[in-house]
């Protein structure tokens, strides 16, 4: 199966981080991180319209989304100094990453709906988000 395009007028982290907005006065504790859920957009680069009715693709990504753009860490995310679970691997905010779905809290944060997860459910990093799906 390869990879569904989708029709990015705009870069989609810049998208997030402005419907985003300020994160001030939001902390994230000890080795949790805040991921934004991505949200495909409407039209796929082939020009096809993804449905957003109940039970359709788009809405799905809400409940069963595999991808987020981290936007705020805790201050022993990705912190190991025994080096087994991250291997020197490097994750911040900005990076897109992959999870399983029921590993995270959903939380909606300026009214973007997020997830908190641990870092270690974190299952891996991406260059493009819609890579998976």
């Known amino acids: 199966m390869s990879v569904v395009k989708m029709a990015h007028p705009n870069d989609p982290?810049?998208?997030?981080?402005k419907a985003l907005g300020s994160l001030d006065?939001?902390?994230?504790?000890?080795?949790q991180v805040l991921a934004v859920v991505y949200i495909r957009p409407e039209k796929t680069a082939g020009g096809i319209i993804m449905p957003d009715?109940?039970?359709?693709t788009r809405s799905e990504d809400k409940w069963q989304?595999?991808?987020?753009?981290?936007?705020?860490?805790g201050?022993?995310?990705?912190?190991d100094p025994s080096g087994v679970w991250f291997e020197g691997e490097k994750l911040g905010v900005g990076d897109w990453i992959f999870f399983r779905s029921s590993d995270g809290w959903m939380i909606t944060v300026n009214g973007v709906l997020c997830r908190i997860l641990d870092d270690t459910v974190i299952r891996g990093k991406l260059?493009?988000?819609d890579r998976i799906s």
Request: no cysteine; aromatic share 6%.
């Open 65 to 73: 989304g595999k991808v987020g753009l981290i936007v705020k860490t």
């Open 25 to 31: 006065g939001i902390d994230i504790f000890h080795n």
């Open 127 to 129: 260059d493009h988000p």
């Open 53 to 56: 009715i109940a039970g359709g």
């Open 75 to 79: 201050k022993n995310a990705f912190v």
């Open 13 to 17: 982290r810049a998208e997030i981080t």
